[in-house]
């Protein structure tokens, strides 16, 4: 690798990095109270699904440690935001879905962080934001191969 693309590099994941950080704490303080990011991408995450995932397939989909995923698992479920039961066939397992009291918090949270979404990408321009997402799409699946 090149210098230059050496450079390269370093400029996107800053960038990246950056964003991800800025990003993270606007919309954290925009979230309604008590709820953290994590939580809302759970609630989120099976809302557009609309079935049951266990624990392992959530921790996958998120690139994260079981212990963690159990860990928001566990706060959504105390503030009634999910259901947890267990695999009737395998008692190892469970299966995680999204509550009524879940949906609405999550409808709630995209209240709250689509008007700071939505500026950003006015700001930018709808086209130029169209633009980017094929780059960092494939930005994504390539990390993800790693």
């Known amino acids: 690798m090149s210098q230059q693309t050496d450079s390269l590099a ?7 990095f950056t964003i991800d950080q800025l990003a993270h704490t606007r919309l954290t303080k925009a979230l309604p109270k008590g709820m953290e990011l994590s939580q809302f991408s759970v609630l989120n995450h099976l809302a557009r699904l609309n079935e049951e995932r266990t624990p392992a397939q959530l921790a996958q989909a998120f690139h994260l440690t079981r212990g963690a995923m159990t860990n928001t698992l566990n706060k959504l479920e105390w503030a009634g935001h999910v259901h947890i039961r267990p695999d009737w066939e395998d008692a190892r397992r469970k299966f995680v879905s999204i509550s009524p009291s879940g949906r609405a918090a999550r409808e709630a949270a995209i209240a709250a962080v689509a008007p700071i979404i939505g500026d950003v990408v006015q700001e930018i321009g709808p086209e130029r934001v169209r633009q980017a997402l094929p780059i960092l799409r494939e930005l994504r699946e390539r990390l993800g191969e790693i």
Do not use: D, G, K, R
């Not at 370093?10 to 990246?16: D, M, P, R, W, Y």
């Open 10 to 16: 370093v400029a996107l994941f800053s960038e990246i």
